[in-house]
């Protein structure tokens, strides 16, 4: 089994990408959504995010997004803690989901997949690439954000430039290159060191 790592900053697409995937009968692990649900009903996570940020965060038995995004997302001291305790958890629950497939290749969508160490549980890694103008535009328009709350996400991952050198390969979602063409030489590609 061949396990690959998507990747891209905010907006970039790689929710298309992996979606296109899908189409290869790719299953695809989507880290965000996971770790959203592991917030809300993991007791490991629950009981570190009360006791280091306040049992208010939680309402109705769910974590209050917002509120927590916006203690986190200015402070780089609280944004690490945050993910001290989120990530070794997601990492385990993303091990045994891989553990479930049956499929010869199968995907992790992960926006922080360098920054929250998951590179390392992955074979090979896919950067979805698309200019900073682009994801800003896309990402206020699909969220409901204003250029400054997009602009204060895009500091908190990594620079483009880094995640294209730490990548196995670049996927260009500029509207001057074919996903679907790019996905598919990847997914070939892929088949046949499964193969050898």
Partial sequence: MITVGVTGGIGSGKSVVCDLLRLYDIPVYEADREAKELNDTSPVIRAEIIRHFGEELYRNGKLDRKAFA???????????????????????????????????????????????????????????????SVRLQRAIVRDHATAKQVKARMQAQLPEEVKIQRSDFVIYNDNAHSLILQVEEIVKQLATEIIH
């Fill in 70 to 132: 916006s203690l986190i997302f200015h402070d780089e001291q609280k944004l690490a803690l945050a993910n001290a305790i989120i990530h070794p958890e997601l990492k385990k629950h993303f091990q045994q989901w891989r553990d479930r497939q049956h499929q010869p290749i199968v995907a992790m969508d992960a926006a922080l997949l360098f920054e929250a160490g998951f590179h390392s549980h992955v074979d090979k890694a896919i950067m979805v690439y698309a200019p900073e």
